[in-house]
């Protein structure tokens, strides 16, 4: 996550911005680093993955505060910005 941060940084997105970035990325990244038992990868990355962890948010029966649609929609949206990021930069 270190590189995207900068990567962004470097683009000139506000703070704001990479903060907001960076509390929709940090769950996802842990919900894959738990499903495949390590830190994950750009590879990891997927998808299934994706789709998966919105799934996972959806669920009442989250521990967590389930998402709401609209909120599912912005972590949706926030994840297709880092997929952009990753292909830009492969």
């Known amino acids: 996550m ?3 941060v900068r990567a962004l940084r470097a683009e000139n997105y506000s703070p704001k911005t990479i903060e907001g970035y ?12 738990e499903r495949l038992g390590g830190d ?3 590879a990891d990355f997927t998808l299934e993955n994706a789709r998966d962890y919105v ?3 959806l669920d ?5 505060r389930p998402l709401s649609p609209g909120s599912a ?3 949706v949206r926030t994840l297709r910005a880092i997929s952009g990021w990753f292909e830009k930069e492969a």
């Open 60 to 64: 009442p029966g989250d521990e967590r």
């Open 22 to 33: 960076r509390e929709k990325w940090g769950p996802f990244f842990a919900f894959v680093d």
């Open 73 to 75: 929609g912005t972590h």
């Open 2 to 4: 270190r590189e995207v």
């Open 40 to 42: 994950p990868t750009i």
């Open 55 to 57: 799934v996972y948010r």
